[in-house]
């Protein structure tokens, strides 16, 4: 067990931030519209499923890129990539949202989900 990383807060948690101030940084974020995910990026042939349609395996990136945290294509696996994810998180920049060809990589859900909940 760790203290949260709240400063100040003395809480015990096996990581991260206890379940109050969890809480509360999710509310910080913004919705997901908030955070840039609008119908444009979501719609039927909006940009993340033209990016998919060019991206379709885990870990494939514009360029030739290295993926970064795929562990299907670190096993040698060619899983169906499901998600748009930005390699560097945006954090609501515009520009690192928009670059795709520089920031962007396709993941399957479990790549995805396992590369986010690291950058929380």
């Not at 096996?14 to 908030?34: I, L, T, V």
């Not at 885990?58 to 562990?71: D, E, F, I, K, Y």
């Not at 962007?104 to 989900?113: F, P, R, V, Y």
Request: hydrophobic share 25%; charged share 25%; with cysteine.
């Amino acid at each position: 067990m760790q203290y949260c990383l709240q400063p100040n807060c003395g809480a015990k948690v096996a990581r991260g931030y206890c379940q109050a101030h969890a809480r509360r940084k999710e509310q910080q974020r913004g919705n997901s519209n908030a955070r840039g995910y609008t119908w444009r990026w979501s719609k039927p042939g909006g940009t993340a499923k033209r990016f998919l349609d060019r991206y379709p395996i885990c870990g494939m990136r514009p360029g030739g890129l290295a993926p970064v945290m795929s562990q299907c294509h670190a096993d040698g696996l060619r899983t169906p990539a499901t998600d748009v994810d930005h390699v560097v998180p945006h954090r609501g920049d515009p520009a690192l949202f928009d670059d795709l060809d520089g920031n962007g990589q396709a993941l399957c859900k479990s790549c995805h989900a396992r590369k986010s909940q690291t950058e929380r």
